[in-house]
């Protein structure tokens, strides 16, 4: 069986749509066209009811803001203008003070005309000329002798002073290297001839034995010197005069104290 036939033997509604429109026709037919108008009529009218409340509560929403907005703005216009009238009373005031001020004389310098008044000297003409010759323009010369040797006296005491204060000594850290000839030397007996060098201003420190190479060692040896009595010269110069132990000295560090 075909699918034409299979549809044509199938019991569906097809036209059920052409046949509502028929019945509505026929209702309407009956009623009347006024009747629909009519209801139509009611649905707008309601609607329009409905949309009224909103409307003025939106506007008496407005109006209520409005007015509170007018009644702060009330209230800032009064305090600025009690701060205007305060300014106002203020600066009067001000210039009422500086009036009186400009009118009367400073105080300081009222005080200080009091306090100073003015030296008149008076001059009075006559007399004898041996009057004018006790009279010492220039002043004597014992006066000055006194303060030549009050100067004097200074000075000495102060050269004194100076004198018995103890002088700053510069002094110096030096660490020496002391190199001998070979692997037979005799170190002790090199540190010996080293430690042997005494001069004024000369200490000796610490000392130690530090690996050259090839089973060689080195004697390095601290000392501490015044700088104005011993010198890095003088030091190698005499350690090196024990030419049998000593082949080289080197400074290896030197500080300030």
């Known amino acids: 069986m075909s699918g034409l036939q299979c549809l044509a033997s199938e019991k569906v509604w097809f036209d059920k749509h052409r046949y509502d429109e028929a019945e509505r026709r026929l ?8 009747t629909q108008q009519v209801k139509t009529a009611l649905q707008q009218a309601k609607g329009r009811q409905q949309k009224r409340p909103h409307r003025n509560s939106s506007s008496n929403a407005g109006d209520q803001e409005l007015v ?3 009644k702060s703005l009330e209230l800032e216009n009064q305090t600025l203008h009690k701060v205007v009238v305060e300014m106002k009373a ?7 003070r500086v009036a009186v001020l400009e009118k009367s004389p400073a105080p300081a310098a009222v005080q200080c005309a009091k306090t100073a008044p003015v030296r008149q000297v008076k001059v009075e003409n006559g007399g004898d000329e ?4 006790d009279i010492d323009l220039f002043g004597s010369d014992d006066d000055d002798e006194e303060a030549e040797r009050l100067k004097q006296e ?16 510069a002094k110096s850290s030096i660490l020496l290297d002391v190199k001998p000839w070979d692997d037979e030397t005799d ?21 130690k034995l530090l690996p050259v190479g090839y089973g060689i060692k080195k004697l390095q ?9 011993v010198g890095t010269d003088i030091l190698e110069e005499e350690i090196t005069k024990f030419e049998d132990f000593v082949q080289s000295v080197d400074v290896a560090a030197f500080n300030k104290i």
């Open 27 to 34: 209702y309407e037919g009956a009623n009347g066209p006024a």
């Open 68 to 70: 509170s907005r007018m």
């Open 90 to 96: 203020a600066l009067q005031r001000l210039e009422s």
């Open 130 to 133: 041996d009057d004018d010759d």
């Open 154 to 169: 200074r000075l000495d005491a102060y050269a004194a002073k100076k004198a018995k204060k103890p002088a700053l000594i």
């Open 187 to 207: 170190m002790a007996k090199l540190e010996e001839c080293v430690r042997s060098v005494q001069m004024d201003g000369l200490l000796w420190g610490a000392s």
């Open 221 to 229: 040896i601290s000392c501490v010197v015044e700088d104005d009595k």
